[in-house]
């Protein structure tokens, strides 16, 4: 079945540092890859996506490309912020079944220090 | 590790009904938890988040008479489609956080269809 693997936090940098959150996968056909972020006390938010190969995913400062030839979808940001401090969290949404279902890595916590 | 379960992964009703997922903390206590849903081929969605002993925050756009969350121990949040129509058909999956350690998991997700 579908599967992600997540790089195992915790991650603590310095502000302005660089960042990189490692994501592969396991899925059959074409998945659509996703990276969602929780901030403390706040619910989900979608922070990027790619729906197929190739394609980047970018949003405040965060990228991620989607690589079919190494099934991954890392997580980048060439400079940090204290309030990048969350929970970052890789998922797929692929066809299991006739079915879509998201599957979602284990979460990697960041911790900015100023 | 902590394991979060949801109940039912599947379910089938009829329009005009009210089916009822449940979201467990398996091994933790967690005094949030999180109700997302999922249409095909878009991103999650947060609906509310449910406070242990207290009513649910609901995002805006959700209509709280409809998607009725009960939160009513540390283990157990509980979110009912109320008068399901077809229009709810979607994947609904929930997450709990942990309260030591400011951890969440997720629930592997519950498939609805409404005909």
């Known amino acids: 079945g579908n599967s992600v693997t997540q790089m195992e936090g915790p991650v603590t940098l310095s502000e302005e540092a660089f960042l990189t959150i490692n994501c592969t996968y396991t899925?059959?056909?074409?998945?659509?890859l996703f990276w969602y972020v929780q901030y403390p006390g706040e619910g989900l938010q979608l922070l990027l996506k790619a729906t197929k190969a190739d394609d980047k995913g970018s949003n405040k400062g965060f990228e991620a490309t989607y690589r079919k030839e190494t099934t991954s979808f890392h997580l980048e940001k060439g400079s940090v912020q204290v309030s990048d401090s969350a929970v970052y969290f890789c998922?797929?949404?692929?066809?299991?079944?006739?079915?879509?279902?998201?599957?979602f890595g284990k979460g990697t916590k960041l911790t900015v220090n100023p | 590790g902590a394991v979060v379960s949801q109940h039912p992964s599947w379910v089938i009703c009829k329009s005009g009904t009210s089916v009822k997922i449940e979201c467990r903390s398996l091994?933790?206590?967690?005094?949030?938890m999180f109700w997302y849903r999922q249409f095909p081929k878009q991103s999650l969605m947060l609906m509310a988040t449910s406070n242990e002993g207290s009513k649910a925050t609901y995002e805006q756009g959700v209509e709280k008479d409809k998607f009725l969350i009960n939160h009513a121990s540390l283990t157990l949040s509980t979110l009912t489609v109320t008068s399901a129509h077809p229009e709810d058909s979607s994947f609904y999956i929930c997450?709990?956080?942990?309260?030591?350690?400011?951890?969440?998991?997720f629930g592997e997700g519950s498939w609805l269809t409404v005909v």
């Open positions: 091994d933790f206590q967690a005094t949030t």
């Open positions: 997450s709990a956080e942990q309260v030591l350690g400011n951890t969440i998991y």
């Open positions: 998922a797929l949404s692929g066809s299991q079944g006739g079915s879509e279902k998201l599957v």
């Open positions: 899925a059959t056909g074409y998945p659509s």
